[in-house]
């Protein structure tokens, strides 16, 4: 491996694969440069949503939601630290655009459920859950599943991405 390939080298970046599966992706996405997000954010054409991955935790990046009205998307910044669900839990942090505010989560995480689905929900919580389609983001003040389908969906969503990082899917 020479120097240039070890500098591209980053498993988190697989896990921008996650949320290109699950929203069945076939549009144009493009990078994107922001400077509340890391290198390598990517845009997905029309839908009005950017998403990022970073190995860095809090405080980096911590104002990530100002890309929000920067970029005038919708932000999904992943923190997968070095070893992602391995050593480190992913966690996920949501700047979600509304006509009238900004509304952003942070120390959410990734809900697979078995139909393929993918939601990001905040951890044990009732509250809003947030599920990724191929319109963006859509915001549901009410989960459409069990606590017990929560807990499942949390590991099922874990799970994909320790196969993510370790480049076998």
């Known amino acids: 491996m020479n120097l240039h390939e070890a500098k591209e080298y980053n498993p988190a ?4 694969a996650l949320p290109l599966v699950a929203m069945a992706w076939a549009g144009p996405i493009r990078t994107v440069k922001s400077t509340y997000l890391p290198p390598d954010a990517i845009a997905f054409g029309n839908c009005k949503l950017v998403c990022a991955v970073t190995q860095a935790d809090e405080p980096v990046f911590a104002n990530f939601a100002n890309a929000a009205d920067e970029l005038a998307s919708d932000i999904i910044l992943i923190r997968a630290g070095l070893s992602p669900e391995q050593d480190n839990p992913v966690t996920v942090a949501i700047a979600l655009r509304t006509p009238v505010e900004l509304l952003v989560m942070r120390s959410c995480y990734f809900v697979e459920r078995e139909n393929a689905d993918l939601w990001v929900c905040a951890d044990n919580s009732d ?43």
């Open 127 to 169: 509250g809003p859950a947030m599920q990724l389609t191929n319109r963006g983001l859509e915001l549901h003040f009410r989960r459409p599943f069990s606590e017990e389908e929560r807990a499942d969906g949390a590991c099922r969503a874990a799970a994909q991405i320790v196969r993510l990082a370790r480049g076998m899917v």
């Open 13 to 16: 970046l697989r896990l921008l």
